[in-house]
């Protein structure tokens, strides 16, 4: 898991950077690198939805996960849980949680993610992930300047996620089957555009009660595969 504690300590580097500068910059300047953000964050989504192969996977998956995460109540939850965390202590700001999750999402939901921790699990070795760090390190220093600190604990769940799949892959490599991946990339695609429109405050997607679709997305894909 070397690729993914460098792309923690990446995000933790850029986004102390990203801090410091916001201290620095005018409101206005901030409010601009946010926008600039949000469409980049819809056009990453649409690049990477419209490589699906097996839409009808995309959509079940994107239902069930509506479905789960809403019953499971994923967004109140982490809402509440930021808010206590805010109360604990001090100097966290209003956009932590958004900060948290939006750096999440654009670190994690990107087929950079998935294949560097694939490709490591497997033992092919961490260059892809190492590649992602910088280029997540760089992306941090911008998200910490405009969301704040949750951009830096944002590295908590990248660990999780991307550590996750590496060691699925370590466990069970034969199951990634690259059609697979193409439909999870997918759907972390729709997400990431349901979180572009949140950031430039066009609507207000629950995108967190939404996460339960990436799982879903394996899951359905190798239903899938096993008929095509």
């Known amino acids: 898991m070397t690729g993914t504690l460098v792309n923690a300590a990446a995000i933790l580097v850029g986004g102390s950077i990203g801090l410091a500068f916001k201290k ?35 959509v079940l998956a994107i239902l069930a996960g509506a479905i789960t995460g809403s019953l499971l109540q994923l967004n109140r939850h982490l809402e509440q849980a ?22 999440f999402l654009l670190f994690c939901m ?10 490591e699990g497997l033992g092919q ?19 910490a300047a405009a969301l704040g600190i949750g951009v830096l604990f944002s590295a ?6 991307q550590g ?16 697979l991946i193409t439909e999870l990339s997918a759907t972390g695609g729709l997400l990431l555009v349901g979180l572009g ?6 609507t207000r ?15 359905f894909a190798y239903i899938y595969s096993r008929f095509v």
């Open 125 to 143: 070795g961490a260059e892809l992930l190492l590649t992602k760090s910088i280029l997540d390190g760089f992306s941090s220093i911008a998200l």
């Open 24 to 58: 620095k910059l005018p409101q206005r300047v901030i409010d601009v690198v946010f926008q600039g953000i949000g469409l980049f964050t819809i056009g990453m989504g649409v690049a990477m939805f419209i490589k699906s192969e097996w839409l009808l996977v995309v």
């Open 110 to 119: 990107g087929a950079m993610t998935i294949l560097g921790a694939i490709e």
């Open 82 to 103: 930021g808010e206590k965390f805010r109360q604990r202590f001090t100097g966290t700001g209003e956009n932590f949680v958004e900060g948290m999750i939006t750096s």
């Open 164 to 179: 996750g799949i590496t060691l699925l892959a370590f466990w069970l490599g034969s199951f990634f089957d690259p059609r």
């Open 197 to 202: 429109l949140n950031i430039l405050k066009i």
């Open 205 to 219: 997607i629950q995108v967190t009660d939404l996460l339960p679709a990436l799982p879903y997305a394996l899951l």
């Open 156 to 161: 908590v769940p990248l660990l999780l996620f």
